[in-house]
């Protein structure tokens, strides 16, 4: 992304020549900025003062550390597919949908890395929180992060209408929880060196990645007011995106070195973990892959929604990445 | 309680002479059996399966496993003061409010056994989760405790308005993060061993254990159509029985033996962490917990609400309670 491109009004991109380059850069300097001011100690709860300073700094460390904010950008795409004026009245609910999806994935990543979980000591090449803050801070921080995520969510300053706060607050927390991302990490966990079925390993992607992509999607939508036609195509996007982004995970740690991976490429292999690649070959993995890619253009296609053109990007992205 | 009592429709209590036992007995067993329900696996996400099984077993053993349930009946009291009718629609808003603060407090208590945090091995008598199930499942049952709580708060099934559920959501998030529950466990982690002054120890104590009785109390009246001159009374009356709850507690540790606390007395003390006992000394702490009751029930007297029977037992029993 060009930095002069980011400093600038949005440009009105044309459908037939949509650039994603400068439509993320737009949007992604947005959400930083917000993540900035709201992941901060000046969160006030009644008449007590800020957030410890030594907690919010954990925070700020687990969640300002870049990454390619994915479900960010899918939230706003969702959000402009249903919504296309860039000034619309819901775009608000959009940027504090979009941060706190983010702050669900950064809590995610900081409890995962602990001694007890997968025990790494580094992400994108900075210690991990526990190893800077100690494990106890990084516990705390995870918390608060999923905490604040609720927050973010129900501002109380009529930014955001009642009813849309509480149908994000819906999707977020089943999209977190057991029968979402923290389900499908105990199915990691327990799943380790053992054979597992096709099925079954979709089920744990649906829960540990899935759930939380796919309610990027619904929580963009959820911020407009969607029909229930484009919500169902948007389902079906959000489900078939979700679910391609593990499948090349698994083909990126078979193909891809280290360096490019930004990881330690061939661990899950290393690990014994079940992958789509170990399941199904790594041929047939790449062709599931643009399978689900179809799928998902197919249903924007019969979506009956105009603005559709991020989505459809951001879903060539995630399958056509290479890391 | 009596058996016989729970097993019976509500009784009239005449004001004059309210009996909390009574009360909570009918309370705690609607509480428990809701809990019951709603700590399983069969939480649905779209078309995905319940949650796994492995998961949900240290949620439900974290949940089920007694304890005072003191949230959840301020919650209900609170309610019941604002909504005296015992059939109000609002009812099950406030059952599930009840549950959610429930959630949310022993998700605390297993996040704060883990080694890296208190190392705790037993809880009321039992293994704690960690040791139960393992420090991974451990991490990951609350974390899936905490997003629950936010799923109860925000059903699909239209019996809780949606402006009710984003109030509910609002306050108990800002209750349980960074400027509350977890931020005072940040500030006690980070105090052991450090002198403290009385505002410094009260506002760890706002944050850590005050914050979420008092958004039980908020959150039961939330249930309801409360006056702002109600809310007013029901916060004064929320942040003293929090403060409170705190004071007795340092006072039971040093003047009540292991059994009758059922947990190691001295233990603060013995830890060199900060307590009231420690700062103002034993007599004066006894004296500022029957000052802070003073507090709540002159709150009340004000509150223009004529139904406050259970909130005054209630703020008794945490004042004068041997445990």
Redesign the interface.
């Known amino acids: 992304m060009s930095t002069s491109t980011t400093q600038a009004p949005a440009p009105a991109i044309a459908r037939s020549d949509f650039d994603l380059n400068a439509w993320s850069g737009l949007r992604l300097s947005q959400v930083e900025q917000a993540l900035q001011r709201w992941v901060t100690?000046d969160?006030?709860?009644?008449e007590?003062?800020?957030?410890?300073a030594?907690?919010?700094e954990a925070?700020r460390y687990a969640v300002l550390d870049g990454g390619k904010r994915l479900r960010p950008l899918l939230v706003l795409a969702g959000h402009e597919a249903v919504n296309p004026e860039a000034q619309s009245a819901h775009a608000q609910a959009a940027v504090r949908a979009a941060c706190a999806v983010e702050l669900i994935h950064a809590?995610?990543l900081v409890?995962d890395d602990?001694p007890?979980?997968d025990n790494d000591v580094l992400r994108r090449g900075k210690p991990t929180v526990h190893v800077q803050f100690?494990?106890?801070?990084a516990?705390?921080a995870?918390?608060?992060l999923?905490?604040?995520?609720?927050?973010l969510?129900?501002p109380?300053d009529g930014s955001v209408p009642?009813?849309v706060?509480?149908?994000l607050?819906?999707l977020?927390?089943?999209?977190?929880?057991?029968?979402?991302m923290?389900?499908g990490?105990?199915?990691d966990?327990?799943s380790v060196g053992q054979p597992l079925s096709e099925s079954q390993l979709r089920?744990m992607h649906?829960?540990k990645t899935g759930?939380l992509l796919?309610a990027s999607v619904m929580m963009g939508a959820q911020c407009g007011e969607p029909s229930p036609h484009a919500l169902q195509a948007l389902?079906t996007y959000g489900?078939a995106i979700g679910l391609a982004f593990q499948v090349v995970d698994d083909i990126l740690d078979v193909v891809a070195d280290s360096d490019t991976l930004g990881k330690t490429a061939g661990k899950d292999a290393h690990a014994n973990k079940p992958t789509y690649v170990s399941l199904m070959g790594l041929q047939a993995s790449q062709a599931y892959a643009q399978t689900l890619l179809g799928q998902a253009l197919t249903a924007l296609d019969h979506s009956m929604l105009e603005h559709t053109e991020a989505l459809r990007a951001l879903a060539d992205m995630v399958v056509n990445r290479a890391y």
């Open positions: 100690a969160v006030p709860l009644g007590s003062h800020g957030a410890p030594q907690l919010v925070m809590y995610s409890h602990m007890c979980m100690g494990q106890a801070s516990l705390l995870g918390d608060a999923q905490a604040l995520a609720f927050e969510l129900t109380q009642e009813q706060q509480a149908r607050c819906a977020l927390a089943r999209a977190a929880g057991s029968a979402g923290a389900g990490q105990a199915i966990l327990a089920q649906e829960f759930a796919l389902r489900s």
